[in-house]
């Protein structure tokens, strides 16, 4: 319902300040909105009726980055995309938990004026930033649910336990990559045909 009020709101008469107002009011509103998502299929995801369906992750990737455009505009990032069209099969809502984790945990913990680079080929999806980075020892467990390193302060230690169940159900593997204060990548390789 917020959402909807905002995207209908006139902002044509607006000063910046009100403008700045309402682009944090849209963050806010949508960062609440993901985790309300998270924490429905983490807490119910065995009552809700999935469907797998033929999609194309290059399509999705490109409605979620811009769905994220006010916060990604508000940290000044610039993504950059090196995109090909890969079909899976997937149910959609999954496939966007995936990449909105992915890539608000990407936003989230790059500096201002960050980098993020996204690659979808017939291999992979790759979500990889220049920001805080995660230690070794926090990579052994990031995964778990309600683990959250000390450099993912502010997380709730959900999203990445989502990702990683999902994963597991489409037997797609995760590669990640990271150094603290160089960034991390978050590679899924997509299950070989056999």
């Given at each position: ?68 455009h ?40 790059s ?10 080929t ?32 502010g ?32 590679k ?7």
């Amino acid at each position: 319902t917020i959402l909807m009020s905002f995207e209908h709101m006139d902002k044509t008469n607006l000063n910046t300040k009100q403008l700045r107002s309402l682009e944090r009011i849209d963050i806010a509103t949508k960062t609440l909105s993901g985790l309300y998502r998270d924490l429905s299929f983490a807490s119910f995801h065995d009552y809700i009726a999935y469907e797998d369906t033929p999609i194309d992750v290059k399509e999705v990737v490109l409605e979620r980055v811009k769905y994220m455009h006010t916060l990604i505009h508000f940290k000044q990032i610039h993504i950059d995309c090196d995109m090909h069209p890969k079909i899976i099969e997937m149910d959609k809502r999954k496939l966007i938990l995936l990449i909105d984790n992915l890539l608000s945990n990407a936003i989230k913990f790059s500096k201002k004026n960050g980098h993020i680079h996204i690659d979808v080929t017939k291999h992979y999806l790759s979500v990889k930033d220049n920001g805080l980075g995660i230690s070794k020892e926090d990579q052994k467990s990031i995964f778990e649910r309600f683990k959250s390193s000390d450099s993912l302060t502010g997380g709730f230690g959900v999203g990445l336990d989502i990702v990683s169940q999902i994963c597991k159900e489409y037997r797609i593997n995760i590669v990640l990559e990271s150094e603290l204060s160089k960034g991390s990548e978050f590679k899924l390789l997509w299950p070989q045909k056999t």
